[in-house]
C-alpha cells in the first residue's frame, strides 16, 4: 500500500509512519479504492494468476531500525487511532499501571501521563529474527528480568496487526476481484509465527523473498502452515562482473560458474519441497554500477545492462526449468 507515509513526503499528521496504520477507518477505504482502481479492471484477464498485497513489510525490527511494532504504534502522533489501539490493548493486558510499569519501565506514574508521553522508549531490543538463536534469547530473557515479557506484547500485537492487515487487505482485493489469487505480501524475513499464521488465514498464496545461500530454512518457517509459497526474489552476484556489488542483498560469489551452480543448488533445495508452488530470480538486467535510484549496483542480471546475457546463468535456468515440474512431481509423489 501507499498509506504510510514515504520518507520522501511530508506526513500530513506528525511523524512518519513505518507502518500503514491499520487502525485508521482511512486505511479500509484507501485499500478499497486502490484495490478497486488496480485489480477491479484486470478481475476478467485469463493471463494474471494473482496479486501481490505488498512487498517487505515491516514486521519485526530489522535492517531499517530496531524498533518493534508495538513501539512504533505507541509513537505513532497522539491522535493517532493506531497509537490509541496500542495504548488500550496494553491497558487491557495488565490488571495496573503498577504491573505494566514492572515490565515497561518508564518515567510515568500513571495510564494517563504514559499515553502523554511524547516519545516512548522501549524497555529492551531484539535483534532482529533472521539474526536471533533460541539459545542467546534465553541468556538475554535471564540476566534482563521482564524482558521476556516485553517480548510476548511484542510478538502478540503484532499478531493483532497482522491478523487485521491480512484480512483487510484480502477482503479489498477479493471484492475487487474475486477471481484471482491473493499471493500475499512478499515477507523479506520469516517473521513470527503468528504473523505467517495470520497470512495463511487469508492470502491463497504465502509468498516471501530469501536471499540466504540456501533457503532451508525460511521453508521451514514457512512450511508449518501447510499452504502453498512462492519465493518472490533470490539472486546471486558474482565478483568477476565487474560491477561494485557493495549495495544490495545476497551472497557475493567468485565467479559466473559458481553464480550458476549456487542458483541450480537453491531451486533444488526449494523443489523438493511440496509446499512451493514457484520461484522467482531477482532480476532480469543487472544494476548500473553508478546505482540505481536507491544505490544498489549489484550483478543481479541474467543479462549485463548492454543486454548479453550470462551464459552459465541462463543455461542453468533453462536446464533446471524444464525439469523443475518433474523434480517437484517426484518430490509430491513421495511425500
Known amino acids: 500500500t501507499t498509506f504510510a507515509w514515504q520518507e520522501s513526503e511530508p506526513p500530513p499528521k506528525g511523524r512518519r509512519q513505518h507502518f500503514p496504520d491499520v487502525f485508521d477507518p482511512e486505511f479500509e477505504r484507501h485499500i478499497t479504492q486502490r484495490a478497486r482502481a488496480l485489480c477491479g479492471p ?7 494468476l494473482g496479486w ?3 512487498n517487505e513489510l515491516r514486521w519485526a525490527p530489522d535492517w531499517r531500525g530496531p524498533d518493534e511494532l508495538l513501539t512504533l504504534f505507541l509513537n505513532l502522533p497522539p491522535a493517532s487511532p493506531g497509537r490509541a489501539t496500542a495504548l488500550t490493548w496494553l491497558q487491557q493486558r495488565y490488571q495496573s499501571f503498577v504491573a505494566f510499569n514492572a515490565i515497561w519501565r518508564s518515567a510515568a506514574n500513571s495510564w494517563q501521563e504514559f499515553a502523554g508521553t511524547a516519545i516512548i522508549t522501549p524497555p529492551h531490543e531484539r535483534k532482529p529474527p533472521y539474526q536471533r538463536d533460541t539459545d542467546s534469547e534465553a541468556t538475554a530473557n535471564r540476566a534482563m528480568p521482564g524482558r521476556a515479557a516485553f517480548a510476548v506484547d511484542c510478538d502478540e500485537f503484532a499478531a493483532l496487526l497482522a ?8 477482503a479489498a482485493v477479493r471484492v475487487a476481484d474475486a477471481n484471482h489469487l491473493i499471493l500475499g505480501c512478499r515477507f523479506a524475513y520469516p517473521p513470527a509465527p503468528a504473523v505467517i499464521a495470520a497470512a495463511a488465514r487469508h492470502a491463497d498464496v504465502i509468498s516471501f523473498n530469501c536471499y540466504d545461500p540456501m533457503p532451508d530454512s525460511a521453508l521451514d518457517a514457512y512450511a508449518a502452515v501447510n499452504k502453498p509459497c512462492l519465493i518472490g526474489e533470490f539472486s546471486f552476484r558474482a565478483a568477476d562482473s565487474g560491477l561494485p556489488n557493495t549495495r544490495g542483498a545476497g551472497p557475493v560469489v567468485a565467479d559466473q560458474a559458481q553464480r550458476a551452480a549456487s ?12 509446499f512451493i508452488v514457484g520461484y522467482h530470480w531477482f532480476e532480469h538486467a543487472d544494476q548500473p554500477a553508478e546505482g540505481r535510484f536507491d544505490g544498489e549496483n549489484s550483478n543481479y542480471g541474467t543479462v549485463t545492462i548492454e543486454d548479453r546475457a550470462y551464459d552459465d546463468l541462463t543455461g542453468a535456468m533453462t536446464a533446471l526449468n524444464a525439469a523443475a515440474e518433474d523434480i517437484h512431481a517426484a518430490t509430491i509423489a513421495v511425500a
Open 42 to 48: 484486470h478481475s476478467g484477464d485469463p493471463s494474471i
Open 52 to 54: 501481490f498485497i505488498d
Open 163 to 170: 491478523e487485521r492487515y491480512m484480512a483487510l487487505t484480502a
Open 263 to 274: 542458483f541450480g543448488s537453491y531451486v533444488n533445495a526449494a523443489l523438493r519441497r511440496p
